[in-house]
């Protein structure tokens, strides 16, 4: 059973995402919250195993409360919700080292998905998510500098550490990559620890945006 909090403002999207949690049979919502101060009180009582945090709240925006998060439970997984035209704040949240992104308006299997991954280890980036990121480059020759940046950082690393990258931009836990490329989960972290390093990224959400770059 996954163990979800929901933060949101907005009563009809905190009503959405009820509807599409308790529908599934595998995920117990556990508490609601509607700003960042709540966020942290109510992670405090409801020991979630996920929290669904949007990040642009009134009385105590998302960010904060990530970061208050993160520091009093640093194993916290929080996937945050956001919409198109919140770059910036995607891009803050990256550097807290939250465990993934979706649309608020996307398809309900991806946040059922997205829970699921990030559950195993993983994370969860929606594509689109991706596409804002990395598509707020001023000019279209700032864009293909981008892609060709990150496309010759990838291109330095081993294939072994490429096909794991590979594999985490598509939200798989180390236990799908190993499954998938017939390794040991031990394996797996060793490939990734030394990627990342190469990178100079911090966590999976990083990679896999780095990853999305060179596509």
């Not at 999207?13 to 509607?34: C, M």
């Not at 009385?59 to 520091?71: F, H, K, P, S």
Request: include cysteine.
């Amino acid at each position: 059973m996954i163990r979800v909090l929901v933060v949101d403002d907005d009563p009809d999207v905190r009503a959405g995402l009820r509807t599409i949690l308790t529908s599934d049979g595998s995920v117990q919502l556990v508490g609601e919250a509607t700003d960042g101060h709540q966020a942290v009180e109510q992670v405090d009582r409801c020991v979630p195993d996920v929290v669904l945090l949007d990040i642009r709240m009134p009385g105590g925006d998302g960010l904060t409360a990530a970061a208050e998060i993160r520091r009093r439970w640093p194993g916290q997984r929080i996937i945050v919700l956001t919409t198109f035209g919140e770059t910036e704040y995607v891009r803050r949240a990256v550097r807290l080292g939250v465990n993934g992104f979706l649309l608020k308006v996307g398809d309900p299997r991806d946040l059922l998905a997205g829970l699921r991954s990030v559950m195993a280890g993983g994370a969860c980036l929606a594509p689109t998510v991706a596409a804002m990121v990395i598509g707020d480059a001023r000019s279209a020759a700032d864009r293909r500098e981008v892609v060709n940046t990150a496309g010759r950082i990838l291109a330095s690393l081993p294939p072994r550490e490429r096909d794991v990258l590979h594999l985490v931009a598509e939200g798989r836990s180390n236990a799908e990559i190993g499954e998938t490329l017939h390794l040991s989960e031990a394996t797996v972290k060793g490939y990734l620890s030394s990627a990342f390093a190469r990178l100079g990224v911090r966590n999976r959400v990083e990679a896999a945006l780095l990853v999305w770059q060179a596509r």
